[in-house]
């Protein structure tokens, strides 16, 4: 079993928010934090479709490292790491109760849909997905009410539900990253005005 630790350009990635992950492998990069084994990793991502190939790929891009000892990092990179940690909480915006539409960048449905998949498709699976590996049977509801959706708008006003439930569930770091990659689909093509 590996494990595997963010290397400090994963850690500038994830505190600005870079362009250089794919929303999906985004999720992946906030829980490589160490400690966790990359069989665990891979048991939490799972519902998103993610595996062990999304794992190399993080660590081809240098994003991620395998740690040779979790007690023999140097003072240095603790402090560098927690640098950049405190600037990654004051970049982020906590998920809380209203969470309002986000600012989107349009982008092309090529690079946000899955092949093959319209939108309210692409929606749909992830929240049936997400819902059953992040909530589990406390979602049951939640996914009665993504089965009733008929649209796309139908889909939106459930993110609110969704996102305080994730929180709930999993805390704010998942429900952050899982709330980027919903609104990518939510807003497809859209720019939101704040």
Do not use: C, W
């Not at 990635?13 to 084994?37: M, S």
């Amino acid at each position: 079993m590996s494990i595997f630790d963010k290397t400090e350009r994963g850690r500038t990635e994830i505190a600005t928010r870079g362009q250089t992950v794919a929303p999906r492998l985004r999720t992946l990069l906030l829980l490589v934090d160490g400690k966790t084994g990359n069989d665990e990793l891979l048991r939490k991502v799972a519902g998103l479709g993610l595996g062990q190939e999304h794992l190399d790929e993080l660590l081809q891009a240098g994003l991620i490292q395998a740690t040779a000892d979790a007690g023999s990092a140097s003072a240095n990179t603790v402090n560098a790491a927690s640098a950049v940690n405190n600037t990654a909480a004051a970049a982020e915006a906590p998920v809380s109760k209203n969470i309002p539409p986000p600012v989107v960048t349009p982008v092309s449905d090529e690079q946000v849909l899955p092949p093959g998949q319209t939108q309210f498709e692409a929606i749909y699976h992830f929240y049936n997905d997400t819902i059953k590996s992040m909530i589990g049977l406390r979602g049951y509801g939640l996914q009665l009410k993504v089965e009733r959706a008929g649209s796309v708008q139908d889909f939106r006003e459930l993110r609110q539900v969704y996102l305080e439930a994730v929180l709930k569930a999993k805390g704010e770091e998942i429900a952050r990253s899982l709330r980027g990659r919903l609104d990518q689909l939510l807003y497809l093509g859209e720019r939101q005005q704040p």
